[in-house]
């Protein structure tokens, strides 16, 4: 960065914070609003938390002159995505307890709790802490909750690999005891030497950060839409060491052509468990040293990289490393998919695979999905893991105990609204939007599922209802839900409005494009009519959607 450009006002905010400190525990003492200060609403990301206001209410409080109806998000940490059964039942009753109710699963593997007025988010915090579980770094500028393929059953090595999410996860810990200070009331560190920060230092990252490690063939985790990926490279079932890809995030900013959606480039390889975690930790300092800290639509990591070249990125990381990465393993992502329903494992353990529409669990009349989970747990019989696209697997389930659990979901009409729900709805993702997010320019989560329903008898018309095309909506362009890797993507451009994009592979390997912008409900449906027909009569044999819309030239691909 030229010394003339002025450093973003986040950067004054994280180096005059007390390391995460600011004015936070004075903040919640204020009981004149329900808000905390301006500061401190940056500060508190980096514990988790995210302070927001019911949407739907705003314009009636403000007819009123009432405050905004304030609340706080709150998102778990947890790499790879996994909780024991206990730790879903302490989940179940704080979100009772604390928050709207509703435990979201989100498109990063974890889970976020909405509603949580001021004084109930130390309680919560608390709480989640008995279960042994944080929200520490899972929002800011700082690695993020760590992803990891979800399925046990694909891979016989999948605990080994999976291992790393965590191992990274704490790798890349910031190391103030702020969160531990101000949430947990521990005592305040007298020798501030205890929690000096050689990674972050007092500025940490120039924008957020995000890991994931895929495991051939499934791409379930969308490896190369992350700042930095990991490509486990298994061979006769031994883990040899990873592929790494540096470059990858996908928001975008309407009207901003300095921004784009990327996909990781793979740079190298490494064997050992100490060169990867190296090579993963001086990624992240070159981020901090070279990435742009005066235009936060431009600091991820793929702008550093692409302003800095593939080359010189390469050749920065290997002497900080000190040695040269191998040339990549030959790998094959074939599938990106959530393996629905019952499945087995090589060690003989049983998983079924829930779908949780958009990761909202819930009860509605029609589907108690929360109170069946929370059943489940209660047997202590299975374990709950996250997909990266919002669903949830019940696994590790023994041979012994698969009826009752299968009993159970029978019950509150889980398998059939799993098993019976239709292809595209399988494959389809929503992030939140309206009414919780700021940012949202049009519906996302509470739209989708009505869509859907629009958009299955078009399927059906042209005996398309089998193909399992991966669809995506997000209520703006940032891409919470990975839109741009979709084969049919919506982003929200304003109330009831989205861009349609097409031409994303059904693997995550190549992005979409905008086919048509700005287009309400009656446009889409009207537009899919068409290009569904045209698919349905000259694809090839086994040609994807997404594939078929490039080869149409509808999308067209530099
Ligand atoms: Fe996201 C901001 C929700 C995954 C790109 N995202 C937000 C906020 C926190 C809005 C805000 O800044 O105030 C949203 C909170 C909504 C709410 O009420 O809960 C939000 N993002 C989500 C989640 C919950 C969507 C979901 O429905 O699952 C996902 C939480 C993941 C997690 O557990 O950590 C979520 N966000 C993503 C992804 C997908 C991914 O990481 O695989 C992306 C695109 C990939 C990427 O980062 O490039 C994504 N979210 C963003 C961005 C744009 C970042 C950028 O590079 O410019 C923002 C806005 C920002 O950071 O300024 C954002
Ligand atoms: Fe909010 Fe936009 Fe992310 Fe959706 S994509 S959750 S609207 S920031």
């Not at 981020?287 to 936060?296: A, L, T």
């Not at 009569?537 to 819309?549: A, H, M, P, Q």
């Amino acid at each position: 960065m030229s010394k003339q450009e002025k450093l973003s006002s986040i950067e004054r905010i994280k180096t005059e914070s007390h390391g995460l400190r600011g004015s936070i525990v004075e903040s919640l003492h204020d009981e004149l609003t329900g808000a905390i200060r301006e500061d401190d609403q940056a500060l508190i990301k980096f514990h988790g938390m995210y302070q927001q206001d019911d949407r739907d209410r705003r314009e009636e409080r403000a007819e009123k002159k009432l405050d905004r109806l304030y609340s706080f998000m709150i998102r778990l940490r947890l790499p790879g995505g996994f909780l024991k059964p206990e730790q879903w039942v302490a989940t179940h009753q704080i979100a009772g307890e604390h928050s709207t109710g509703v435990i979201k699963i989100t498109s990063r593997q974890t889970v976020q709790l909405h509603g949580l007025i001021k004084s109930h988010i130390k309680p919560t915090i608390q709480a989640f802490n008995e279960s042994k579980l944080d929200s520490i770094a899972t929002c800011g500028d700082i690695n993020r909750n760590v992803l990891c393929s979800s399925h046990p059953g694909e891979s016989p090595i999948h605990e080994q690999v999976f291992a790393y999410a965590d191992k990274i996860s704490q790798l890349l810990m910031p190391k103030t005891k702020a969160y531990y200070e101000i949430w947990l009331d521990e005592e305040k560190l007298i020798d501030k030497k205890d929690e000096e920060d050689p990674l972050y230092q007092d500025r940490y990252l120039p924008r957020k950060f995000k890991i994931a490690i895929a495991i051939p063939p499934n791409n379930d985790v969308d490896v190369f839409a992350n700042d930095l990926g990991l490509i486990a490279v298994i061979e006769n079932d031994v883990l040899k060491g990873f592929n790494i890809a540096i470059g990858g995030g996908l928001s975008t900013t309407h009207g901003n052509p300095e921004t784009y959606a990327r996909l990781a480039t793979v740079i190298g390889f490494t064997d050992t468990e100490e060169k990867t975690l190296s090579a993963i930790y001086e990624v992240l300092t070159i981020q901090r040293d070279y990435g742009n800290r005066s235009d936060r639509k431009l600091a991820r990591l793929k702008y550093t990289v692409d302003k800095l070249g593939v080359a010189w990125f390469k050749e920065e990381l290997e002497r900080r490393i000190g040695f040269q990465l191998e040339p990549a393993r030959k790998y094959a992502l074939t599938k990106r998919v959530d393996h629905f329903g019952w499945k087995q494992n090589a060690a003989g353990t049983w998983h079924y695979t829930v779908l949780v529409e958009n990761g909202r669990v819930l009860d509605t009349e029609s589907l108690p999905l929360k109170t069946a989970l929370f059943e489940v747990a209660k047997t202590g019989k299975a374990n709950f893991r996250f997909t990266c696209t919002q669903n949830l697997i019940l696994s590790d389930i023994a041979t012994s105990d698969k009826e009752t659990v299968h009993q159970i979901l029978e019950r509150f009409g889980i398998i059939k609204h799993t098993e019976y729900s239709s292809a595209i709805r399988k494959n389809s993702m929503a992030c939140v939007a309206l009414p919780t997010c700021p940012l949202a320019l049009a519906e996302a989560q509470r739209y989708l599922p009505d869509l859907i329903t629009k958009i299955e008898p078009l399927l059906e018309k042209y005996n398309l209802s089998e193909d399992e095309i991966v669809i995506r909506m997000t209520g703006c362009p940032n891409g919470c839900a990975r839109p741009y890797v979709a084969e049919i993507g919506f982003v929200g451009t304003a109330t009831g409005k989205y861009n349609l994009h097409l031409g994303g592979d059904r693997q995550g390997q190549r992005l979409n494009k905008i086919y048509a912008e700005s287009q309400e409900e009656s446009q889409i449906l009207s537009i899919l009519d068409n290009l569904f027909q045209t698919y349905s009569i000259e694809r090839n044999l086994g040609e994807t959607f997404g594939d078929f819309s490039v080869r149409q030239k509808w999308v067209i691909h530099d």
